[in-house]
Every structure is written in C-alpha cells, then in structure tokens.
C-alpha cells in the first residue's frame, strides 16, 4: 500500500516544492490584481476559488506588465462586475487542498511510531491545522465595522457588503411603551425579483419583490433632467477633446514651422492665440468661444504658412472640425432646452406623486408652448425641443418606478440602475420595489414600497383591515439597510486621538477609547492600531479615522472580526486560535526534533571523546 | 496484467483518503455557498423623538439637530451636542447661551439660582430656561437648555425658538432626553 505510485506522487517533495510555487505565484498575481479589480475581488477570485478566472488573470497580467512599461488592453469595470472567465490558473482553495492532501498522504505513508521522528509528524500536523484552519476561518469568519463619533452609543456593527430588508415591530408592554422591536431581517440574495417572501414572524404579511437593483441612484423628476443635461455636457466634453486635439496640433505644427522660419513678430502672435486656446481648453465648455479661439487658430494658420483663406488645410475650412462644431452646438442647444425645461415646469418636476403620465403630458406641453411661442421660433429650436423630449420621455419611462406607498417611493419616483462597484473603499446601493400584502388588508394589498441602501431610511408600513374604520393591525418600519450584526452589548466612544510624528503628517498612532457595558461594570478600554478589543466572541480593530474641518479626529471606525467557536470535550474553542494552536505545534515539532538530533549528536560527541581518552590511556600503559 | 488483490486494496484505500480530504473540504466550503435565511431577532426598544420632530441639517459639532414647525406659532430647533471633559466650563456655556438670546452673562455667584435638577439625566444634570431676542433672527425666542456630564463627556441638550413652540415641546424634549444617545 506505501509504495502505491499514487502515493508516492502525492509524497514526493517535487509535487509540494510546486504546489508552493503555485502558491507564491497566486499570491503574487492576486497582489497584483487588487489595484484594477479591488480587494474582494482579488481575495474572492484568486484566494478563495477554486481556479482564477481569466478575466482576474488579465487584470493581474496588465497590472505586472505595468510594471515592466508594458503595454496590455486593461479590463473595463463592465467585465470586471460581469460573469467570470474560463478557469485559467490553480485558485487558492484548490492549491491549498491538494496541500493538504500530500501533507496527509506523506503523513500516512512515513508514519511508525518513532521517537526519532515524533518531531517531524508533529510539524506536519501543525501544518495540516495551519491549512485547515485557514479554510474554516475564510470559510466561517464574519466581519463588519462600527463607525462611532465622540458620544455615540452603539450595540451593533454594520456589514462592509452586505445588505438585508429589515422589518421592524415594535412591541409593546401592558403600558403601551414600547419595550423592544422584534425583527425580521431578509437578506439581500433572497430579494430576486419575482420572488414573494413569507415569515411566520412577519404576521401574514407578504412581501413580492416587483423589482430588484444590485447598485441604483434614485432620482426626482427634476433630477432626471439635470441627469440628462449633466449626460449632454460629458457627450459635449467628448468632442471638444476631438477639438482640443486638432487645435493643439495645429498650433504645435505652426510652431515647428517657426523654429525653422524664425519671425520674433509671429511667434509673438503664436504665444497669444496658444494662452487662448488653453484659457478656453480649461474653462467650461462654450461653443463661442471656442470658435473665437479656432478663428484665431486659422487666422495664424494664414500668417504663418502663408495661405489662402480658402485653403482646405486651415482649420476652419476642415471638414472634419465643421462637423465636430455642429455636433458641439447640437449637445449645447440640448442643455439649453434641459434648463428651459427645469425652469419652465418647476413645479410640475417638484411635485410629490409626479406619474409616468403626468411626466408625459408635462413634457408633451413643454414642446407645444415651445412651437407655439409668441413670435418666431426657429425650425432649429423645435426640432432641438422634439429631439429632447422624445429622450427625455423615453428616459423616464425607463426608469420609473412609480411606489404608491412610503416617503422614498412618494420623493423619488425614477431609480437609474448602475454599474455594481469592485473597489475596496466603494460599495453598492442596492434599492428594491416591493409591493407588501396582507390577507386582512383592502384588495389584500398593503402598497407598493420602494426602499434604498443610499438613503437608509426607516419607512413605516401600516396593515389596516378591510374594515369602514380601516382599523390598524400592525405598525412595522422597514429599511433597507446593510445588515446589523448586534455584538451584544453596549459600546460608547469616549474620545479619539490621531497622533502625528512631531513635525510631519506621518500618523503615529490611531486610538479610540470605548466605554465597554456588557452587563458588568462599564470599563473603559484604549483600543490601538495594534491592540484591539477582545469581548464576547468579537474583535474590535482600530481601522481609520475621519477629521473634522478643524482637522481634529472626529470619527472612529472600528472593524469587527468574529470567528466561530466549536466545543471539544466541554471546552469552547474559537476558531480563531486554531492558526496560533497550528504554530505552537509546529513549533514543539521543529524545538523537539532539532533538540533529538542535537541531544543525540552531543551524546555520541561524548561517547567519542570518552572513546578517545580510553584508547589514549590504554595505549599509554601499553608503552609503559 | 491483472491486478493482484492486495493491489487493488490498497488503491481502495488510498483513494478513500484523497476522496476524504476533498469531500471534507468542499463539504466545508459549501456551508457557505447555502442560501441565507430570514433571521428574527429581538432588540432593544430604539429611542424615537417625538413625532413632531423633523429631521435637520446639524452645524458644527452638533451630532443631531431636529426642527419643530408650527403653522401658527413658528418654529424650534433641537439640537445635541457632545463635547470632551466639561466642555468649556457650565457657567461659559450658560453664559454662551445667553449670549444667543442678547441677555447679560451671569456671575459664577449668580449661578446657581438659574439651575434647575434634571433627576432623569443624574445628579450632575443641569437645565436652564431663558428668554430675551435671538441675535440671529432678532425675534423673541426662548432656549431651555440641558447640560449632563456623564464620564469623560459632556452633553449639550438645546430647544430653542419661537416661545410658544419651545413651551408646547418642553415636555417632549425633557422626557425624550433619557433615551437621546
């Protein structure tokens, strides 16, 4: 059985020495990765997967080819939040079991009870724990943050990704105070549109989600059209850059031509009409003065090479600029209309409830008073306004949502779906259209809610019965929020201090001093960069701070770990110590086995000498 | 060749260990991929303010700042602020109050009989109720104001604004104090 070729593959050392190589190579990849795709990302695609993808593999490519000045097509954030590649490369959890099975199978093939070698299965063992612990922690730990401002008292941490749709009860004592909310929380995978979703504890209300987004902005009437005018604007930036382009090669050509013609006077001129073209470069976009600082291009155009204004090659005369204008002015007159629009149907825009229809009927009015104006509107401006209101109508039919239920939904009547974000220091706002229904309610249906992440805001849902009264049957508040981990007792923050290296704006140290109440007496505790706070399963790291505008340290974030604990034998371990028991064992397996051979060499060292000394004597009474 | 029993085993064996060590694993790492559930739990009641209470916009160093409007009366603001060790001193700060409604500082003997116990917020909590003309809006406005120190911190309790809606909210804002973190 021991000498299986299997085994003896799994054994050899030339297998572990390249899976170690794998590892190292992984780890340098997924390093390279978090710069384009994030930390999750990277962590979720390289460390915790069983194959590295190849898009994650690209990312991590062009990001090492930087450093070489290579030149790599970088990945665009759509196929970075898009589906993963094809499996490219070992991930880490493959690469770490295939570990763990040659530390096992070398385990099982050169084990005899040995004293000599008790060293060297220790260490394995250690190793083995190592591993598996390491798995069990990616696999089970849970981590969140508290973020907390002088005088904050708070009994819960707030998931870094994570989100759920929180339904709140309160409950009520013989009194009628309210004494504690019982909670129904949802969390956010289960929200996929078209599911309808039941708890007993929700009291027979159902919730049927209508609509679903992973990343969204809310927006009002009004807003849509500045959205719109804002999209006209960067559609307008776009060309110029065309524009600035020509126009700054134009003028570096005229230079060139001077350097060889030499003529101080038009040189002169040269350096006038460039500080124009970057005055208007670096200005807000418009249309007139940009044909201004062209004219002046064109003119120098004439000057230096000695052209006629007709010439094809000048500037103004180009085909191509001419276009890149008429586009500029179009994307102009658009973000005119936009702002007539804004300020012609204010109210209509800043009305609450403002429907699909209403929206409509507004926008239709808007371009019949435009047609109808009082003296001459140009065929221009009509065909602009027609243009605009057809985008703009079809844009708010897109993203209307319509809630006829809950401030959210009554404010914000359009939800823009976005991109989901990867970076490390962003994160989605998922929002969710969900209609509420209850067997008692009128038509069976308590209304259509919208709730946001972005906004955080706790919605009250009424159940009324079927009844004249519309008498109450329960007062929940909903929110949709990230997901509340409660740690199970009280913390307060005292003070917090940012401490700088005298002199310079290097920190030194972060500290956040936390008034812990759990029951006992409150204690207080300095929580450093380096030494958290350990209470009730939980470990609090100091992890950055906000200033204020006076530059003072104002607000603490305090990221929380937890690790699940298991029981052997009527002892709790947490999972967390299981790396630090790994290390311990690895190390009694390397002191005993070093101090086995050491004890055993200094023993026949001993031996030797004693040899010596014998063999010398015995000669000695020989020559005597 | 046909393998020999022992053989064949052996490779039984073997693989059950392999296949061990792989399900174990993948066992393990599919805990996680399970669907989450809807979790029910019960926490403490949440202080609320009073109804009537809209949020605001917070200045400088407040942590929360709330606004009453009355349709007839006018409006109040509420707001709470949390400062380190005393905060500048309670007869500065009353003095700092008094200052906003256009009345004459205190001396530190005259103190004394412009406090009132606050027994909810402890013995060190103090509340004092003034009226004179804000040095804003140049109207008449009244501030009852609620100073508690507790620990290291010191806690700034204000309601201030138009007279009568300062009055109508009084009892409101003392009794909602003791739940306000």
């Known amino acids: ?624 | 060749m046909r393998p020999k029993l022992y053989e064949f085993k052996q490779g039984m064996t073997l693989n059950r260990i392999i296949m061990g060590v792989i399900g174990g694993v993948t066992l393990l790492l599919s805990a996680c991929s399970q669907p989450p559930e809807i979790e029910v739990y019960t926490i403490p009641a949440e202080p609320t303010p009073p109804d009537n209470w809209g949020f605001a916009e917070r200045f400088g160093p407040e942590k929360e700042r709330y606004e009453i409007t009355d349709s007839f009366f006018g409006k109040a603001n509420v707001s709470l602020t949390v400062l380190q060790g005393d905060g500048g001193g309670l007869l500065e700060n009353i003095n700092r109050w008094r200052g906003q409604l256009g009345l004459e500082p205190v001396e530190e003997s005259g103190l004394e009989e412009l406090l009132q116990p606050v027994p909810a917020l402890g013995n060190d909590a103090v509340l004092v109720d003034f009226t004179g003309t804000s040095q804003r809006s140049q109207l008449e406005e009244r501030l009852v104001g609620v100073i508690a120190g507790q620990g290291e911190l010191t806690w700034f309790y204000k309601l201030m604004g138009a007279p009568s809606v300062v009055e109508k909210s009084r009892e409101g804002f003392l009794a909602y104090l003791p739940d306000w973190h």
């Open chain 1, 1 to 624: 059985m021991k000498d299986h070729p299997l085994l003896k593959l799994l054994t050899s050392l030339k297998v572990t020495i390249a899976l170690l190589v794998i590892s190292l190579i992984i780890i340098f990849l997924g390093t390279m990765s978090q710069r384009p795709i994030g930390l999750d990302q990277s962590l979720d695609r390289f460390f915790l997967s069983w194959a590295v993808d190849s898009i994650a593999m690209k990312a991590a490519l062009y990001q090492t080819a930087q450093l070489f000045n290579w030149e790599l097509t970088p990945i665009t954030p759509e196929q970075v939040v898009g589906p993963h590649g094809f499996p490219v490369f070992p991930g880490g959890f493959l690469v770490g079991t295939l570990l763990l099975i040659c530390l096992t199978a070398s385990f099982y093939r050169h084990f005899t009870w040995s004293a000599k070698k008790a060293g060297i299965y220790l260490t394995h063992i250690g190793i083995i724990s190592l591993i598996l612990g390491q798995i069990i922690i990616d696999v089970f730990k849970e981590e969140s943050f508290v973020h907390m401002e002088r005088g904050d008292r708070k009994d819960y941490a707030v998931s870094f990704q994570d989100n759920e749709l929180a339904f709140l009860l309160p409950i009520t004592n013989d009194d009628g105070q309210v004494v504690s909310n019982r909670v129904v929380s949802i969390p956010e995978p289960l929200l996929k549109e078209g599911a309808t979703l039941t708890h007993p504890e929700l009291n027979g209300l159902s919730i049927k989600v209508d609509r679903y987004w992973k990343n969204a902005s809310l927006l009002t009437a009004r807003q849509l059209v500045e959205q719109d005018r804002q999209e006209q604007l960067d559609l307008e930036k776009e060309v110029l850059e065309t524009v600035y382009d020509i126009m700054g090669g134009r003028i570096r050509a005229m230079e060139e031509h001077l350097d060889e013609n030499a003529d101080s006077e038009k040189r002169e001129v040269l350096t006038q009409v460039k500080a124009g073209f970057f005055e208007v470069k670096g200005a807000e976009p418009n249309l007139q003065r940009l044909a201004s600082s062209l004219g002046e291009v064109h003119e120098m155009e004439k000057r230096v090479f000695g052209r006629a204004d007709e010439d094809s090659s000048l500037v103004f005369n180009s085909e191509s600029v001419r276009n890149l204008l008429l586009k500029v002015r179009a994307y102009e007159d658009q973000r005119q209309i936009a702002s007539l629009f804004d300020s012609a149907t204010h109210d209509v825009l800043t009305s609450t409830n403002c429907t699909l229809n209403a929206f409509d009927s507004n926008a239709t009015d808007f371009q019949e008073k435009i047609r109808l104006f009082p003296g001459e509107t140009s065929d221009k401006m009509i065909k602009g306004t027609e243009q605009f209101v057809k985008r703009i109508r079809s844009r708010a039919k897109m993203y209307y949502v319509g809630a006829d239920h809950g401030r959210l939904g009554r404010h914000f009547r359009f939800v823009k779906n976005e991109l989901p974000v990867f970076k490390n220091d962003e994160r989605d706002f998922p929002a969710a259209l969900v209609t509420v229904n209850h067997p008692e309610a009128k038509n069976k249906t308590v209304g259509t809610f919208l709730f946001s992440s972005s906004r955080g805001l706790q919605q009250v849902v009424e159940v009324r019965d079927d009844s004249e009264e519309s008498a109450l049957i329960d007062k929940w508040k909903a929110v949709l929020r990230s997901k509340h981990h409660f740690i199970g007792f009280d913390l307060s923050l005292v003070d917090v201090k940012w401490d700088l290296y005298p002199g310079t704006e290097i920190p030194k140290n972060f500290s956040s001093k936390v008034v812990v109440e759990d029951g006992a007496d409150p204690r207080t505790i300095l929580i450093k960069m380096n030494e958290p706070l350990r209470n009730q399963g939980r470990t609090f790291y100091q992890q950055s701070m906000t200033k204020n505008q006076l530059g003072d340290a104002e607000q603490t974030t305090l990221q929380v770990v937890k690790n699940p604990d298991f029981q052997i034998g009527g002892f709790v371990v947490s999972t967390a110590s299981i790396p630090y028991i790994g290390c311990i064992i690895v190390s009694a397996g390397l002191i005993y086995q070093f101090m086995f051979h050491l004890l055993g060499f200094a023993r026949r060292q001993k031996k030797d000498q004693l040899k010596q000394t014998e063999n010398k004597e015995t000669e000695g009474a020989g020559n005597e």
